[in-house]
């Protein structure tokens, strides 16, 4: 079975999700997000970053309500797992796949570094072996916002997936992943195509990959 | 005193946000023959003088609220 | 027309074209120009479209090469690196609109110079930004400086194309008149096929795609011909907006059409808008086109054909398709959510006709306006070497008067050697995942997929050296990038340059300009590496006051793979430190314009000299046990070594015999002067005689090269003989707490 690869315009580590995915011995395959597609034919999905329609109105907004999504969304029900990168997790949160929100970092700049993290819960198919990581950040918009009596459930539900050592952008809770109850979906801020060889300045990406 | 300042963009500059936004609604076959996108400013005023808060509001909304090379606005009281 | 008249007066100032241009029009007619014509000559014969001042210089830059497939009268020239693996690359200015409108100014160059990319079939892979503010003082500064960066962020980090190195100058010679140049690099991979702009095939569609037009910019390419007066506020054009997430699905869609080979020529509307692209692609193919510009698709109907004509709206191409493949072509755009228009056609007579519903505004030799732009030869002087001392006779007031400690944490903490984090922090470095090293760096790399070898990008041109003198800075804008591609073990392959000097009409200006054209030539030849895109920017004026010369290069190099790459900062204690150096030529460096003496140097520089020292250093940098390089520049010596400790926390100790060898004269201004050209080289104790070994094998190539041992590397601190002896972390809350101290609210 592929794996399928959502490009919306304006996604731009299409490619490199792509090539990461094909490193790692999968077989991703192109989904187009003005098409739906056969939400059995894909052993995952995943929702590359990027600026999805120039990240105008909110980011991920415009992408969430494309006819793409209908398709995720019932591939999400049925249990297939499903990743969001960066504007892909945005995409998730706007879609109402993934709890809290997205906004503007807390130093209103784009942000481009490295962060280090920890896992707090292990995902059962991407990065599974957990432990800490360091990886790559690029965003305007990765402050993760959410209620707190949303960050309690998420807390005892295990759903909080990576936390950052240093918080780089005022998360709620240093949070850089989430899970969804079910523990399919799940996403990142960081970007862990961009951590798959030593020439990178590191490999603890490819553990999303496998 | 509460004064909202609607900025939005000129009409003869691209509004990039607008483009994007009406071309998705049409994809999704809504009918609509243009869309704007700006932004909308609250500034809650001290005192009552109504003339002397749209006053300070003009000259906040000239100083930094809108960008005149691109933007336009208009006062209202609320 | 009467040439007394106020009408005609008038005309002339509107259109920017003098007297003497205006009868050369009337002679190439043979008729008095009418009111389309008068705007047509307006902006192609503008110095942004023409390059009247310098096209006669510009033919005598160096050029050749065998692996140049294509240079100037293209979008961007391109380079072959053999294996099926081609790059196009180019660098532009975008300085008047950045400092009018900074966000919008900065961001619809990067939008620009990514399109003459990606005209080309390549696919961008990397940009750089070449930057000169004012002081932070200066009226309006920060938030140019704020502006800027977020409108190259904001426009390259939603395209999707990383910006992977830099170079940021400040000196109060742009207080009111700033540069933004910005360079992208594309690359065409095994089997695609490079994209021209020449015009081909009588009853082929001239195609316009991308945005609609509207009145941005409207007489842009002739304002950016003339200089910043008092009014320069009052009288810009509709400023225009950039749409990065448009440019993206431009890229993505003319990227696809051309590799169904639906394409026969194309190329993007820049400067001038229609006008220029249009008249080139005909001029250049040698074919007529029929042009509807009431088909083009407007954003405002009550715009006027010579609105249309010379619109610079932006995300916009032209191009010219086989009507049998129009359907497809079209196909492929709307699936990108873009529109593609036909508006004319190609015909067989050499002329552009352009209708507007129904009626016919001209026809007219395309020829007359691209190939038969006026061509000044304006005065110049041959400048003898500028600002020479016979014997070294400054001091340096900084470290002479307070210590050489104290000296080196001012340089940290100036604005012009402080950490640039704040700005490239903005940048997504990294998108495309192919970058190997990034702004952090000296030198920008990413890894070329197909064949696993390393592309490496610099940016030159240090202000400072031209301020000197021109010919030397010309010389420096080649050989500095140079070195520092050579001492990663790239070999530089082709150069591009932006030209940014003052008012071209001043024989000072052009002076300098002739002279630093000069100098680039000079190491170019050496390096055999050619100059092969680029453009000029003259006018660089405000209120008569012209900036500092300023010709900006990038540098593009090969390597064979992103392996083994010498760091640019100390790895680990106990390795041997060397300095490789060229004698003969010394300054008082950057820090010398702090001091009040105003720039001084000794001596004087051959470019194959230099050349051939470049040649050896990156032989060397490629020896067994090579660990860490690093170019000794501006701050000298000190702030050099202080650079080398970050992030590692590695110092070192450089003895007093070791610093004799290379500074005779050794007192505390001899740690902050500067040298052209040396570099450290950081190796492995147990290879040092490897090493050695590897320089007697290479020397004969530069045989005034010196190599010199002169320290180890320590861990946690800097040590320079009796001069100073600093903490590493200290250094790093120095050089990272500079940038907040010059710009408070930018931190």
Known sequence: MSVGVLRFPGTNCDRDVFEALEGAGRKPEWLWHADQFDSRKHEALFLPGGFSYGDYLRSGALAARAPAMKSVREAAERGVPVLGICNGFQILCEAGLLPGALVRNRGLRFIDDWVSLRSVNKHAQFARAGGSARLPIAHADGRFVVSDDELKKLQDRGQIWWQYESNPNGAAHDIAGVMNEKKNVAALMPHPERAMHAWMGGTDGVGFFE | MKIGVKVMPRQEVLDTQGRAVENTLRQNGKQLNACQVGRYVVLDLPGNDEAAAMASAKEMAEFVLHNPLIETYQLEKL | ?747
Request: hydrophobic fraction near 40%; charge should be negative; aromatic fraction near 8%.
């Open chain 3, 1 to 747: 027309m009467n040439k007394t008249s106020a009408e005609f007066k008038s005309k002339l100032k509107t259109y920017r074209l003098n007297e003497g241009e205006y009868d050369m029009i009337c002679g190439l007619l043979k008729r008095d120009p009418n009111n389309i014509e008068w705007a047509l000559f307006s902006a192609l014969w503008s110095e942004h479209c023409s390059y009247k001042s310098s096209k006669v210089h510009l033919k005598k830059l160096f050029n050749k090469s065998s692996r140049v497939l294509e240079s100037f009268g293209e979008n961007a020239g391109v380079v072959d690196l053999g294996d099926g693996e081609r790059i196009a690359f180019k660098i532009e200015s975008h300085n008047h609109p950045s400092y009018i409108e900074p966000y919008q100014g900065a961001a619809t160059g990067v939008g620009g110079i990514l399109r003459d990319i990606f005209t080309m079939g390549a696919r961008p892979i990397a940009l750089a930004d070449y930057l000169c503010f004012g002081q932070p003082s200066a009226h309006r500064m920060t938030s140019i400086v704020d502006g800027v960066v977020r409108g190259i962020g904001g426009y390259g980090n939603c395209v999707g194309v990383p910006t992977i190195t830099g170079q940021t100058e400040f000196d109060k010679s742009y207080d009111g008149n700033v540069l933004c140049n910005a360079m992208a690099v594309g690359l065409f991979r095994p089997g695609e096929k490079v994209f021209l702009s020449k015009a081909k095939g009588v009853g082929n569609w001239v195609v316009y795609v991308g945005a609609k037009t509207g009145r941005d910019g409207v007489h842009g390419a002739s304002m950016a011909s003339e200089s910043f007066g008092a009014d320069s506020a009052a009288k810009r054009p509709t400023i225009q907006i950039g749409d990065p997430f448009f440019e993206k699905l431009l890229i993505e869609s003319c990227l696809e059409v051309m590799k169904q080979d639906l394409v026969v020529a194309i190329q993007d509307m820049g400067a001038a808008g229609l006008t220029s692209s249009s008249f080139e692609m005909s001029s250049k193919g040698g074919v007529g086109f029929k042009i509807h510009l009431d088909q083009v698709p407007l954003r405002d109907s009550s715009m006027t054909p010579e609105d249309v004509l010379l619109s610079e709206s932006q995300e916009r191409m032209l191009l010219i398709c086989e009507p049998s493949k129009f359907e497809a072509l079209s196909a492929v755009f709307q699936k990108w959510g873009l529109d593609a228009a036909r508006i004319g056609e190609v015909t067989e007579k050499k002329t552009v006709e352009l209708h507007w519903k129904g009626e016919k505004l001209t026809e007219i030799d395309p020829d007359l306006l691209v190939e038969n732009a006026p061509q000044y030869q304006r005065p110049f002087k041959v400048l003898p070497p500028q600002n020479r001392v016979a014997r070294r006779e400054w001091t340096s007031k900084r470290a002479g008067g307070a210590n050489a400690a104290k000296c080196l944490d001012l340089c940290l903490r100036d604005v012009r050697g402080t950490s640039r984090k704040f700005i490239y922090r903005q940048y997504d470095s990294r998108v495309g995942a192919a970058t190997a090293r990034d702004t952090s760096d000296s030198v920008g790399v990413v890894r070329l997929k197909d064949s696993g070898r390393a592309l490496g990008v610099v940016l030159g041109c240090r202000p400072h050296i031209m301020r000197l003198d021109a010919r030397i800075g010309g010389l420096d804008a080649i050989a500095y990038p140079a070195l520092e591609l050579a001492l990663k073990g790239f070999e530089t392959l082709a150069v591009t340059d932006c030209l940014n000097f003052g008012n071209p009409e001043k024989e000072n200006v052009m002076s300098d300009f002739v002279a630093a054209l000069d100098g680039m030539n000079q190491v170019c030849a050496s390096l055999e590496a050619p100059i092969i895109s680029g453009n000029v920017s003259f006018y660089n004026e405000t209120m008569g006051k012209n900036i500092t010369p300023t010709p900006s290069t990038g540098l593009v190099g090969l390597r064979d793979s992103v392996e083994n790459m010498p760091e640019s900062f100390f790895t680990a204690p106990d390795q041997l430190v060397y300095v490789l150096r060229l004698p003969g030529f010394m300054t008082g460096g950057a820090d010398q314009e702090s001091w009040g003496t105003g720039p001084q140097a000794i001596g004087d520089l051959e470019g194959r000299v230099v050349g051939d020292f470049v040649r050896v250093a990156r032989r060397l940098s490629q020896a067994p046990g090579v660990r860490a390089t690093r170019a000794i520049g501006k701050f000298g010596l000190a702030y050099a070594l202080a650079r080398m400790t970050m992030p590692s926390d590695i110092g070192a100790v450089i003895d007093t015999e070791g610093l004799k060898m290379m500074r005779p004269e050794l007192d505390e201004t001899a740690l902050f002067e500067e040298h052209l050209y040396e570099a450290f080289i950081a190796v492995d104790a147990s290879r040092a005689v490897d090493f050695e070994d590897a320089f007697s094998a290479v020397r004969q190539a530069s045989p005034t090269a010196e190599l010199h041992r002169v320290g180890r590397t320590v861990q946690g601190s800097l040590e320079i003989g009796a001069f100073l002896k600093v903490d590493s972390a200290q250094l790093k809350e120095s050089y990272n707490s500079g940038w907040s101290q010059n710009f408070e609210s930018l931190a």
